[in-house]
């Protein structure tokens, strides 16, 4: 029984009641996640709200989702100096199943990295990862979820953050009830990666109808990405010429690091959007509709197509870049791949005064009225390819039935 008294909070618990003065301000900082224990009492959740901490519980990821996660995270630590601990028995045991206390319900592997990635730019003192259990690890599926999350540790501690605070992160609202006037820039969080990129992370919040733009608002979260090789004063990082972009999906910094490296080569500023419904803008998610008719969920969703991807990336080209004095200087280029090639072409019609350069890798529509003109020519294309194998020796080009012509 007296083992029960010591647990894994013990030190947080007792330095807490305690009321040590080195301790009152950091404990306004401290936050419990992923809390799904049996072993826990009443008492011991009303003693952790007193005294200050944080509780998000393991339901809460379905109810909040994890960018709200992340958000209240950050937002209660804002600055501070930050010790995380991960306890690998918040992982379901269905999928991290060699620990001690197993507790099912938990947190998925996905789930728990994408909280973590969300944290990089927050100022890390420490961070560790405790009750692995190797003896009971079958197939090792612990231990390799244990080793990944360290991975994620170590990418964040790469990140070097500056003073600015984090706390002015507006909470995630409701979208069908939110009504704002202005579109602006805001809540913007600077921070380093280890001797090479410069990040910016901004929030615009623009209209959710620009056919009504003084109604209802929405966030549109980006990420620039400056080269401090090409900006090593602010007058040149002013000058640094836009190059944007984004997959059709929010951007994971660390899936598109390298690509923008290659860009920032070329003498550009990277940034990088999470459009308009996914990542940090604001979310479209099955909680925020589950009282809406299917005619409210139509209404609301026809607001998330190119053409308003296009007019968000507009409004903010017109934020970043608009009062440069030089007209060249208010223009930008524009990258895409994929849908991004559908948005590349979208804003080109739109609004091509707004553009210096635009790269297409992939994705270009039919420039035509029906895409059955393009279907045509492309299964007349393939009815007559050539025909590329590889045999043993030599590589053999088949143009027709008991036909072949050596190549190599």
């Not at 509780?55 to 958000?71: H, W």
């Not at 507790?103 to 420490?126: C, S, V």
């Not at 990405?225 to 836009?242: C, F, G």
């Amino acid at each position: 029984m007296d083992q029960i008294e010591v647990a894994y909070s013990t030190l947080l618990d007792r330095r807490t009641s305690e009321g040590t003065s080195e301790w009152k301000e950091p404990t306004r900082a401290l936050s419990k996640d992923g809390l799904e224990h049996p072993r826990i009492g009443i008492g011991d959740l009303e003693n952790d709200k007193e005294v200050g901490f944080q509780l998000i519980s393991s339901d809460d990821i379905d109810d909040l989702g994890i960018q709200e996660v992340i958000r209240r995270i950050r937002s209660r630590v804002g600055s501070s100096p930050v010790y995380l601990s991960l306890d690998i028995d918040v992982i379901d045991p269905g999928l991290a199943p060699a620990t001690g206390t197993p507790e099912a319900g938990g947190w998925t592997t996905r789930e728990m990295k994408r909280i973590l990635r969300g944290l990089a730019g927050l100022n890390f003192i420490g961070v560790d990862i405790v009750e692995v259990a190797p003896a009971y690890d079958n197939a090792e599926i612990t231990s390799i979820a244990a080793a990944d999350f360290v991975t994620d540790f170590l990418s964040m501690l790469l990140a070097e953050t500056s003073s600015t605070s984090v706390t002015g992160r507006r909470e995630i609202r409701d979208e069908f009830v939110d009504h704002r006037p202005s579109m602006s820039q805001q809540s913007l969080e600077t921070y380093v990666l280890t001797g090479s990129t410069k990040i910016i992370e901004r929030f615009f919040e623009l209209p959710l109808d620009y056919g009504d733009p003084d109604g209802q608002k929405i966030q549109v979260f980006a990420r620039s990405m400056i080269p401090l090789d090409k900006a090593k004063t602010p007058e040149q990082e002013a000058n640094l010429p836009y190059c944007t972009g984004g997959p059709g999906f929010e951007v994971d910094m660390a899936g598109y690091t390298s690509m923008a490296t290659i860009i920032h080569k070329e003498g550009y500023q990277t940034l990088w959007l999470d459009q308009r419904g996914t990542g940090l803008s604001t979310p479209f998610s099955a909680n925020l509709v589950s009282d809406k008719s299917d005619e409210e969920i139509f209404q609301y969703l026809k607001h998330f197509r190119a053409d308003n991807i296009v007019r968000d990336c507009e409004a903010i080209r017109k934020i970043l870049l608009g009062t440069k004095a030089d007209e060249k200087d208010r223009k930008w280029t524009i990258l895409g791949q994929s849908f991004g090639g559908f948005c590349c072409l979208t804003y080109l019609s739109f609004y091509p005064e707004g553009l210096k350069e635009v790269f297409i890798t992939a994705g270009i529509p039919p420039l035509v009225d029906s895409p059955d003109t393009v279907y045509r020519a492309l299964a007349s294309k393939i009815t007559t390819q050539v025909i590329i194998r590889w045999l043993p020796n030599q590589v053999v080009d088949r143009t027709g039935p008991g036909t072949q012509r050596r190549l190599l």
